[in-house]
């Protein structure tokens, strides 16, 4: 049901080289960016993304989850380059999500959902990840949105932002909260591997100008 990918050493130039995973497509929830934006859905991960989704490439989760205990004390680690946390569309599967918390610890792991925090359970969930040690970043749309996840004290936050955002630009929400704009999405010399911003607990929001094929659909939804 949870069809996972696991590398080791990604070859994403963005991400650097640390292990990665990739979810089956079923785990995504109906987000305004499903077909409409999603840079996941731009080649070449889209073509990988697709593999793990109809069952050519990767395991079931309960194999994928010793592969994550394997790995080195400290190991810096994304889960989902594309795909969503264990659960079928919006929903979250909270007793895998806990399987994989603590398949992490002592390890580095951090991801995105954008499954909507709209029960006690999810909530609840994803608040329990972050404490113990597996950082769940809140994914928002824009920037109203990010204030809307900040606001629920759980987890960091990060938000697409238009475009056009320059890396140097200042950028806060309407609530006053300040967003950083991601490093890797303009400087050459910075990867995931090297920044582990997104692996923090932090309050900080980390801003990611819209890209991939279908940017001009995404930057309308952060606008």
């Known amino acids: 049901m949870y069809n996972v990918s696991f590398a080791l ?14 979810s089956t497509a079923a785990t995504c929830p109906a987000c305004p960016f499903k077909g409409n934006g999603c840079y996941a859905e731009s080649y070449p991960l889209k073509g990988r993304w697709d593999e793990v989704t109809d069952g050519r490439r990767g395991t079931n989760f309960a194999e994928f989850l010793p592969k994550i205990a394997a790995l080195p004390d400290g190991q810096l680690w994304r889960h989902n380059q594309a795909g969503d946390l264990p659960g079928i569309g919006d929903e ?43 950082t769940i970043n809140l994914s928002a749309n824009n ?31 309407p609530d006053g909260r300040r967003v950083v704009v991601c490093p890797a999405t303009y400087r050459d010399d910075v990867t995931c591997a090297s920044c582990g911003l997104c692996a923090k607990q932090r309050a900080v929001i980390v801003g990611f100008p819209a890209h991939g094929t279908y940017k001009r659909k995404a930057s309308a939804i952060a606008a």
């Open 9 to 22: 050493k990604s070859r994403n130039a963005k991400t650097g080289p640390i292990p990665v995973s990739t």
């Open 92 to 134: 979250i599967d909270t007793v895998a999500l806990a399987q994989l918390v603590a398949a992490n610890t002592g390890r580095r792991g951090f991801t995105y959902t954008h499954k909507p925090m709209s029960s006690a359970a999810a909530i609840s969930a994803v608040g329990n990840a972050n404490t113990n040690g597996f």
């Open 143 to 173: 920037l109203a949105h990010a204030d809307e996840l900040a606001a629920l004290a759980i987890a960091p936050v990060v938000v697409v932002l238009p475009a056009t955002t320059a890396g140097n630009q200042t950028v806060t929400t």
